[in-house]
């Protein structure tokens, strides 16, 4: 199931970057040389644009959908929970201080030089 939302979602993803680049921009686009110009007098030119930019939230909607689903619902988790020291809460036994170790005595040829 999630190999098919998966591969439902790259088919959606690439028809959202061809609609989006039919739009006309206001330097004129892709819509030209996709035939926008034949989609325009099919629809109207104010149709188009209204049919495109609709066309786009459906698709960009039907993404984010798929996406969170299959990552709330699909993804696989991990079953074993894994715990820090703190979240235990098994005091750790600290070792007892060391205490300092004494300088061995001098000799009695180092005090002479």
Known sequence: MFN???SLDIIISILLMIVVL???SKGG???GSFGGSTVGTVFGVRRTADFLSRT????ASIFI???????????P????SVESIIQRGNPTSVP???????LPAATPQQQGK
């Open 77 to 80: 988790t991990s079953s074993k």
């Open 56 to 59: 786009t939230t459906i698709l």
């Open 4 to 6: 098919f939302i998966v």
């Open 96 to 102: 007892a201080p060391l205490t300092p170790r004494s």
């Open 65 to 75: 959908a798929l996406c969170l689903i299959a990552n709330i619902f699909f993804l």
């Open 29 to 31: 686009g892709l819509a």
């Open 22 to 24: 039919m739009q006309s």
